[in-house]
Nanobody, 122 residues
Framework: QVQLVESGGGLVQPGGSLRLSCAAPGIIFRLYVMGWYRQAPGNQRELVATLSSLGSTIYEKYADSVKGRFTISTDNAKNTVTLQMNSLKPEDTAVYYC?????????????WGQGTQVTVSS
């Protein structure tokens, strides 16, 4: 049973930064698309960023609203996925979820973390 555990959320002022981390024990990153999603009150869950690898090539995808401000990365040694968030805006306020979606070639497993709250407010 895979359990993704997010950490690093909190309250930050507009323009500030936060670093979210997702512990992903048992996940072999090359078999999965790793991602961060968010859900604000009254809204659907939306993609923030995803990362996958094919051989030595890394593929990153970002929502237009976070391009240039957020960066997703993985640490193979620690089996963690990180979302570095800079220049935060009030509209970034949401619960952020870590996701591991197995690439279709390898299976259909799909795992979610419990979420971590990010609040951007002065």
């Amino acid at each position: 049973q895979v359990q993704l555990v997010e950490s690093g959320g909190g309250l930050v002022q507009p323009g500030g930064s936060l670093r979210l981390s997702c512990a992903a024990p048992g996940i072999i990153f090359r078999l999965y698309v790793m991602g961060w999603y968010r859900q604000a009150p009254g809204n659907q869950r939306e993609l923030v960023a995803t990362l996958s690898s094919l051989g030595s090539t890394i593929y990153e995808k970002y929502a237009d609203s976070v391009k240039g401000r957020f960066t997703i990365s993985t640490d193979n040694a620690k089996n963690t996925v990180t979302l570095q968030m800079n220049s935060l805006k009030p509209e970034d306020t949401a619960v952020y979820y870590c996701n591991a979606a197995k690439r279709p070639l390898y299976g259909t497993e799909n795992y979610w973390g419990q979420g971590t709250q990010v609040t951007v407010s002065s």
